[in-house]
């Protein structure tokens, strides 16, 4: 999530230049599709399917808007992982896992993945299912695909790899909504990663990784089975570093034998010596300050989900939540406490008493209740910063 440093003009303007720039795609849409079915064929698709699957659609501004956007707002780790790790994700957590055991044993037999790590990824990707995305996939492919986007050809990749789903009968096409992007399912595959890693879990001849839980956790455990997740080693710890640690010798690539951290003063969060086998990196995602970690291979193969650290965290700090085991637990570098998604419907239903627009309380933070939180700020005579943190819920609370 990037800041950008300007405000509500630029928004303006920037909304303009995303409207013009679809125009020449938006008007060559048709001509587009055509061109592509041509390259579906090629790769086994039907007339029939194509058709079938691109009938009706047209291009979606909506998707070039929010593949372009630039959020001015940049989301603080504590903020992060506060709403990914909460009480309410752990309890519904160990209940998903309850009632899909067997799945989960399953996909951890067969490809050597704790099953804790593979609810974590489920957990953070859709709420164990709760929130599967709703965009249609071949509109907003097809859109990216036939928009001025500079990664149009991996968009197009995506879109031909949707209509073979389509083509094979794993999943109907109904069902194949998701992210603007084509993220789709429980876990979040993209299309191509769907051909090369989902599995066929319950044994019924399909990869249904929207409907079928075993398909779907069994289809994550083969992609951190095929990322090379080392079973029975564990993800990694918190550690407590020495006011002395260079935070240039952090880095989750700058790998060192577990000796060497120790020789640096490096501890347990709790003070007990370090322990474990293998090469390992010391992470510290809000600097010398805040909460560290070492980290081995296992993170990097939880990383390569989805390409961020903080991403990577999240789900691991999850998975030993779902154990049993603590949370994080040295404090982050802020006077602010961040909000769990509970406190966060609080926080939204106490602005919508007060008249704000904040759409339904459902503890995502978006743009509305970061303008209603700035100005409600300035009412109450705080700093105006529009996040949703403990300060400005506890004013709200008292007045």
């Not at 519904?92 to 044993?105: C, E, H």
């Not at 489920?122 to 965009?135: R, T």
């Amino acid at each position: 999530m990037r800041n950008h440093p300007l405000g509500s003009g630029f928004a303006l303007g920037f909304g303009l230049l995303v409207g013009l720039a679809a125009v020449p795609a938006r008007a060559d849409f048709d001509s587009c599709l055509a061109g592509i079915q041509g390259q579906a064929a090629a790769a086994g698709v039907s007339a029939q399917t194509f058709q079938a699957a691109t009938r009706g659609i047209s291009f979606d501004d909506k998707v070039i808007e929010l593949s372009q956007a630039q959020p001015e707002f940049k989301t603080p780790i504590w903020d992060y992982m506060a709403a990914l790790v909460d009480d309410e994700r752990v309890e519904d957590g160990r209940a998903a896992m309850r009632q899909n055991a067997s799945a989960l044993a399953q996909a951890e037999s067969r490809y050597g993945v704790d099953r804790y790590t593979i609810a974590a990824v489920w957990g953070v990707e859709s709420n164990f299912g709760k929130n599967l995305g709703k965009m249609p996939l071949v509109q907003s492919l097809a859109t990216l695909a036939c928009s001025n986007n500079r990664r149009r050809d991996f968009f197009r990749s995506e879109l031909i790899a949707t209509l073979r789903i389509i083509e094979r009968g794993d999943i109907a096409p109904e069902r194949l909504t998701g992210s603007w992007a084509g993220a789709f399912g429980q876990t979040q595959f993209m299309p191509t990663t769907y051909h090369r890693l989902a599995v066929d879990g319950d044994g019924d001849g399909r990869r249904d990784v929207v409907d079928s839980v075993a398909d779907a956790v069994g289809s994550t455990a083969n992609f951190l089975h095929v990322a090379k997740w080392q079973n029975g080693q564990v993800w990694g710890y918190e550690v407590k570093l020495p006011r002395s640690f260079s935070v240039g010798a952090a880095g989750r690539k700058n790998k060192k034998p577990i000796a060497h951290w120790a020789s640096l003063g490096v501890t347990r969060v709790d003070g007990r010596p370090l322990s474990g086998e293998g090469p390992a990196g010391i992470i510290a995602p809000a600097g010398i300050d805040g909460p560290a970690f070492l980290v081995t291979k296992n993170f990097d193969a939880i990383y390569s989900y989805n390409a961020a650290e903080s991403y990577g965290l999240a789900i691991a700090v999850l998975s030993d939540r779902l154990r049993g085991k603590a949370g994080v637990q040295a404090a982050w570098p802020t006077d602010d406490p961040p909000l769990s998604r509970a406190e966060r419907r609080d926080l939204q239903t106490r602005l919508a008493a007060r008249g704000y627009d904040v759409g339904e309380p459902d503890g995502k933070v978006g743009q509305k209740t970061r303008d209603a939180i700035k100005d409600v700020e300035r009412k109450l005579g705080m700093t105006p910063t529009g996040r949703p943190g403990g300060k400005v819920l506890e004013a709200l609370r008292g007045s």
